[in-house]
């Protein structure tokens, strides 16, 4: 009797058998995965780009309409400002608050603590009592800056001892003092505010005469229009004391005065109101200041300074 043999598998050949389908398996369950990680990572991507593209349009409206309520305005008005404050007029009339302030708190104060009443301070003239009928075209008293002063004196080119000196409305005396520390011949003042003259009268008296190079000083209370100049060579000082009408007073009486006899005159005009009348008066002659003078000027001076000499 025969008998058929049929081979028997180990376990292990079954084993080798079945482990591609499992590894094939794992490898198809892997790569699922993967592609499902990816997709949800390109999912949440996209999602956070959105929100942050969301959040960022949402600022920069925000940021538009912060910027168009409050920053542009602020600009606006910055910028007026400062088109204002760089205007040319502008820009002199803070440069000129600045040089009157230079004056005031620096340049002055060595000289104005020699004065018994206080030169310093502008005085409106309502309030004051007034000598003569020309209220109305008078000016109220201001300090002329002592520097401003020397550098005017210091302009003429002429023996000072031959001159004498006229200051028109001399307020408290300040240039009447600080005339006399120079070699003039005299001094005068004419002041027709009351209150003024007595401050005038008072520094005078009470100023030191060591520092005094002319002692003839004197200050007069009465109208300007209404005195003639003196007959011999002079300086007259106008730091804008009146009006229009009463220089051309006074102006006259110096050209009638030098008609009569020719000789060296003299004008110095601070913040001058008429020199278009001078110019045609057929008398005086405009002098550019020295350089040096010319150049403390134009730097330091808060005022305009003109200078005229007569022809003779």
């Not at 409050?70 to 008005?77: A, D, G, M």
């Not at 031959?162 to 408290?172: C, H, I, M, N, S």
Request: hydrophobic share 40%; aromatic share 8%.
């Amino acid at each position: 009797m025969r008998m058929s043999v049929v081979p028997l598998r180990s376990d292990k050949t079954e084993s080798q058998a079945v482990a591609p389908a499992r590894q094939r398996a794992v490898g198809i369950a892997t790569s699922v995965a993967e592609r499902i990680a990816k997709l949800a990572d390109k999912t949440a991507t996209k999602t956070a780009t959105s929100t942050a593209v969301a959040a960022s349009k949402s600022g920069i409206a925000r940021a538009v309409e912060i910027g168009r309520d409050n920053v542009l305005p602020e600009i606006e008005r910055t910028g007026a400002k400062l088109k204002e404050r760089t205007r040319p007029d502008r820009l002199r009339n803070d440069y000129r608050d600045y040089l009157l302030m230079l004056h005031d708190r620096v340049l002055d104060p060595p000289v104005e603590s020699l004065f018994f009443k206080a030169t310093k301070a502008p005085v409106a003239l309502a309030g004051l009592t007034i000598r003569g009928n020309n209220r109305e075209h008078g000016h109220d008293y201001r300090p002329s800056p002592c520097s401003l002063f020397e550098w005017t004196v210091a302009a003429i080119n002429y023996d000072l001892s031959r001159l004498t000196f006229v200051d028109y409305g001399a307020g408290k005396g300040r240039v009447l003092l600080l005339a006399s520390q120079h070699p003039f011949q005299a001094i005068g003042g004419i002041e027709f505010a009351e209150e003024l003259h007595d401050d005038a009268t008072m520094n005078l008296a009470q100023f030191p005469r060591s520092r005094m190079k002319c002692r003839n000083v004197e200050c007069v209370l009465d109208d300007a229009a209404a005195l003639g100049p003196p007959e011999g060579e002079s300086v007259h000082y106008f730091f804008n004391p009146f009006s229009r009408e009463v220089f051309a007073e006074v102006l006259h009486n110096l050209v009638v005065s030098y008609r009569k006899r020719p000789r060296r005159l003299y004008l110095i005009l601070i913040e001058p109101v008429a020199t278009d009348l001078i110019d045609n008066s057929g008398v005086f002659q405009r002098l550019e200041l020295p350089l040096i003078e010319r150049i403390k000027v134009r730097l330091f001076s808060p005022y305009e300074v003109v200078l005229y000499r007569s022809l003779a």
